[in-house]
């Protein structure tokens, strides 16, 4: 069936470090791909989305690129903030009636001052 | 707008009590759905519902039951609560027909069993 894989956490950065979180994703179809972020306490809220392959999906200074040959859709960030710091889920929706939204396993990240 | 709203955020239980979560949303969405959220496993589906008087089992429906009689509202029933129930559940709604829509959480309830 569909899936998700996203790179193990925590991920510990210092301010204004790059950020990278890989996901990758398998599927049968033409799937939707999410980035969605958890802050302390909170709810996941999205982040960002692509919906056909090379979409690119951008957000607070995120940025995620839907590659088809790769099946990945890691999430970048050029300068991360102490405020970014939480859970971060990749998700995948099979584009199909009657399914779910499928999630990754969650990326913790701690930014540092 | 409230948006999705959760009750309780916080429950104890002993093993065998029943009880039963509640989510409402208020933007008319078709779709409903109740997730768990454990230490290293991300979030695992529940139960889902595409509109009302219909549902569907998820990844892990064991132990759960829902109803949906209204679109607005989606409770999750534990029957006989045990300790691997344990966890954090949140309730989640989508427009039904647009899979590439927003999916918006409510806040979560976090559940202990004794």
């Known amino acids: 069936g569909d899936s998700v894989t996203q790179m193990e956490g925590p991920v510990t950065l210092s301010e204004e470090a790059f950020l990278t979180i890989n996901c990758t994703y398998t599927?049968?179809?033409?799937?939707?791909l999410f980035w969605y972020v958890q802050y302390p306490g909170e709810g996941l809220q999205l982040l960002l989305k692509?919906?056909?392959?090379?979409d690119k999906g951008s957000n607070k200074g995120f940025e995620a690129t839907y590659r088809k040959e790769t099946t990945s859709f890691h999430l970048e960030k050029g300068s991360v903030q102490v405020s970014d710091s939480a859970v971060y889920f990749c998700?995948?929706?099979?584009?199909?009636?009657?399914?779910?939204?499928?999630f990754g396993k969650g990326t913790t990240l701690s930014v540092s001052s | 707008n409230a948006g999705v709203t959760q009750t309780p955020k916080f429950q104890v239980l002993k093993t065998g009590q029943s009880m039963t979560l509640q989510c409402a949303q208020d933007?008319?969405?078709?779709?409903m759905s109740w997730y768990r959220q454990d230490p290293g496993m991300g979030l695992r589906l529940i139960h889902y519902?595409?509109?009302?008087?219909?549902?569907d089992q998820g990844e892990v429906p064991n132990g759960y039951n829902v109803s949906r009689s209204t679109t607005e509202d989606f409770p999750l029933r534990l029957l006989s609560a045990a300790p691997s129930q344990t966890s954090v559940y949140f309730c989640?709604?989508?427009?039904?027909?647009?899979?590439?829509?927003?999916?918006?959480f409510g806040e979560g309830s976090r559940l202990t069993v004794l």
């Open positions: 989640a709604s989508r427009t039904g027909t647009i899979f590439t829509g927003e999916l918006f």
């Open positions: 599927a049968t179809g033409y799937p939707s």
């Open positions: 692509a919906t056909k392959a090379d």
């Open positions: 998700a995948l929706s099979p584009n199909q009636a009657g399914t779910a939204l499928i």
């Open positions: 933007m008319n969405h078709e779709y």
């Open positions: 519902s595409v509109g009302a008087g219909i549902t």
